[in-house]
């Protein structure tokens, strides 16, 4: 299906209750567990793309999709969340893409909040993995219901009972088996699908079906296969210990499918799809002050979630990401920025998929819509149809690595400030001034974050910059009750205050010892590691 299709079936099924055809997901994972590559063949299993591509590839082999940004492609890693929207069965499924590496754990916290479900993939031989496991967490702070695929199975690994017992323990989430796999590494010999109650060769073709698992015992050449016959032994160990699944607890973020596949191979892919489609919900209510918004509320509304400067390089676009949470929004229509109170007419609003785009018609709750801006849009914003509404849960953390950013070229001063304004709002890192001097200062979470900030820079802004070492290693946001407490408090810590983007004051301190002591002799100041977007 063609994006110009996607756009007319979107225009077709907009009004009513078209919402409920919408499933918005993320795939979530540590680096290198082949979070991407699910992702191309999931694209390729819906048809939405011919071939999957490889994530590192020799010279002459096709990119990934989502994978856009030529940072990305020479490194082999996502850095980014990208969108792409595509069609299955009937249902328009908007996937998002999510970076793995722990560096860019913001841009991954701030996808999740626009998503209804999450596929977790996970290493069948490294088990559940840090990064993992501080998604998940995530994902458990918004009920976000979870798939979990174990990827990698036609590769040696640990045993599908320990993984299932690992991911039941570390992550306290019952699991619910649906694919099981026949073996593992130079062992596999295929799965067991228990949905549809059939066996499956490694290439996916079916070798028989059954009614009950028992009828298995009465096919001999199964039976004369000790791999097979192992693996109906832990699958009934499984199924002894683990629930039955139950809809609802999986909605409530409680309950887990867990599915055993390969994603370089395709094992399992379709079957994910399917358990997707059928299970994944509909889009949820969106936590929102004065109250949640439900996706079937007439009126429109929708966030920022992400801003993507210079996607076309030649254009120098910048594209504000907004998840829709209800209403049925129509090209042209004109909504109000409930941050600063202007109205803005949205004239070319776009579909995704990955870094190709098409005019978005019509969109409804649960669709992801691009919307062109100069700056007026930033992460967190709220977007309605006049109701004073914000949505919540869009944080800034603070940063754990600061640095004074040194311009090489001082005639390029106001191309650096823009620079670093415009990837601040897109949320690559947090930009602050210091009130005595003026200096910029750079804080981001991980190393591999000031190297992609510095190259995006050089690249797209055209501005070489370097990074120097600070005496400050934490950054705290400021705020009291007390106006005078808070004034005071600054006067006497002036060397020591930045401002962040949003004119928000920020108190630097050399190390942990020192944020403490500021905080003992203060009681009236608020230290915050975390401060909402609006």
């Not at 990305?72 to 908007?94: A, Y």
């Not at 949320?427 to 591999?448: N, S, T």
Request: hydrophobic share 40%.
């Amino acid at each position: 299906m063609t994006m110009t299709d996607l756009s007319a079936d979107h225009d077709r099924k907009a009004p009513a209750e078209a919402f409920r055809t919408r499933r918005t997901f993320a795939i979530i994972s540590h680096p290198d567990a082949g979070k991407t590559t699910l992702t191309e063949r999931l694209l390729a299993a819906a048809g939405a793309i011919q071939s999957a591509g490889a994530v590192r590839g020799k010279a002459g082999t096709r990119s990934t999709r989502s994978d856009w940004m030529e940072i990305e492609q020479q490194r082999g890693i996502s850095i980014t969340s990208s969108v792409m929207t595509f069609e299955l069965n009937g249902l328009t499924l908007n996937l998002l893409d999510t970076p793995g590496h722990s560096d860019f754990s913001e841009d991954t916290y701030r996808t999740l909040t626009a998503v209804d479900a999450a596929i977790m993939v996970i290493d069948a031989a490294k088990g559940i993995e840090a990064q993992t496991l501080k998604l998940f967490e995530v994902c458990r702070l918004r009920d976000i219901p979870i798939i979990t695929f174990i990827n990698k199975v036609d590769r040696e690994g640990l045993s599908p009972l320990d993984l299932v017992d690992e991911i039941q323990s570390k992550l306290a989430l019952d699991l619910t088996p649906v694919l099981w796999p026949i073996g593992q590494g130079v062992d596999f010999h295929g799965y067991l699908d228990l949905l549809e109650r059939r066996v499956l060769s490694p290439q996916g073709k079916v070798i028989t079906d059954y009614d009950a698992i028992e009828d298995l015992l009465d096919n001999a050449a199964l039976v004369d296969d000790p791999v097979f016959m192992t693996a109906l032994e832990t699958l009934e160990m499984a199924t002894a210990m683990l629930p039955p699944f139950d809809l609802e607890t999986f909605h409530a973020g409680h309950l887990s499918p867990v599915l055993f596949g390969s994603a370089l191979k395709g094992i399992g892919v379709a079957e994910l799809l399917r358990t997707l489609g059928e299970w994944g919900p509909e889009p949820r209510p969106q936590p929102a002050i004065p109250a949640p918004i439900e996706p079937s509320d007439k009126k429109v509304s929708g966030f920022v979630f992400k801003v993507q400067a210079n996607m076309d390089a030649n254009h120098r676009d910048r594209i504000a990401f907004v998840r829709l949470c209800s209403g049925t929004f129509t090209r042209g229509m004109r909504l109000k920025n409930v941050r600063s109170g202007k109205d803005m007419a949205v004239s070319n609003p776009m579909f995704f998929f990955g870094n190709d785009r098409e005019l978005a018609e019509q969109a409804v709750a649960g669709d992801i819509v691009g919307i062109p801006n100069h700056g007026t849009l930033s992460v967190g914003d709220t977007l309605t149809e006049g109701a004073t509404i914000n949505v919540t849960g869009i944080p800034n953390f603070a940063p754990e690595i600061i640095r004074r950013v040194r311009l090489t070229d001082h005639m390029k001063s106001k191309q650096m400030a823009k620079a670093l304004s415009d990837l601040a709002e897109e949320g690559v890192a947090q930009v602050f001034r210091r009130v005595i001097g003026a200096d910029w200062l750079v804080g981001v979470v991980g190393q591999l974050q000031l190297e992609v900030l510095g190259a995006r820079v050089a690249k797209e802004y055209g501005v070489p910059i370097t990074f120097e070492s600070l005496n400050y290693e934490v950054a705290r946001w400021i705020e009291s009750d007390d106006p005078e407490a808070l004034k005071q408090f600054i006067a006497a810590q002036k060397s020591n205050i930045a401002e962040d983007r949003t004119g928000a004051p920020v108190f630097l301190a050399q190390n942990a010892w020192w944020a403490d002591r500021a905080k003992q002799d203060s009681p009236k100041i608020r230290f915050m590691a975390t401060k909402e977007r609006h």
